[in-house]
């Protein structure tokens, strides 16, 4: 299960990554992404949040007795990111359409439930995903690739709460 939701995550990243590019082509960096570009990337994004939990169900399921917790934990959080990110995302798509609102417009209480799944949850999970997969006999390279991901999660948080980044308040973002 690990190599095929982590196989699945690259394929899915990957392939946001060109939506993103595509939709940085025809808009440029001042302006945000528009539809149907925006809505190719809020479906794949639809299709990310499954992946990560069954990721975090195989770390939990591969984390020795004595590391377990911190396996369930990771579980446990990233299936509150998935919940929330997949409904900010499915409203956007539907109901967002209909009465002509974005995620990605700041200030937006869509967008900061975002910030929250994806800056706190996700960040929370990979925190306790870390330790769940380190110990007697495994390579630390794991461990080293989720704290990696925390680092970069938490200057987004920075980001959010100071404004001490690249962006102002009256600019959008592309969020995963």
Not at 146 to 173: K, M, N, P, T, Y
């Amino acid at each position: 299960m690990v190599f095929f939701s982590s196989l699945g995550l690259v394929i899915v990243g990957m392939t946001y990554a060109i939506v993103v590019g595509f939709g940085i082509a025809q808009v440029g960096l001042d302006k945000p992404i528009i539809d149907p570009t925006l809505a190719v990337m809020e479906a794949i994004t639809l299709v990310s949040a499954p992946l990560i939990v069954i990721l975090l169900a195989a770390v939990s399921g591969l984390a020795s007795p004595e590391r377990k917790v911190f396996g369930v934990l990771a579980l446990t959080f990233g299936a509150i990111m998935a919940g929330l990110t997949s409904a900010v995302h499915f409203v956007t798509l539907t109901a967002g359409r209909q009465m002509n609102f974005t995620t990605l417009d700041w200030p937006s209480t869509l967008y900061s439930v975002e910030l929250l799944a994806w800056d706190v949850f996700l960040g929370l999970a990979l925190v306790f995903a870390a330790p769940a997969v380190t110990g007697r006999g495994q390579a630390p390279v794991p461990a080293g690739l989720f704290l990696q991901r925390v680092f970069f999660v938490c200057l987004a948080l920075l980001d959010q709460w100071w404004g001490i980044w690249l962006f102002s308040e009256s600019e959008s973002l592309v969020m995963v």
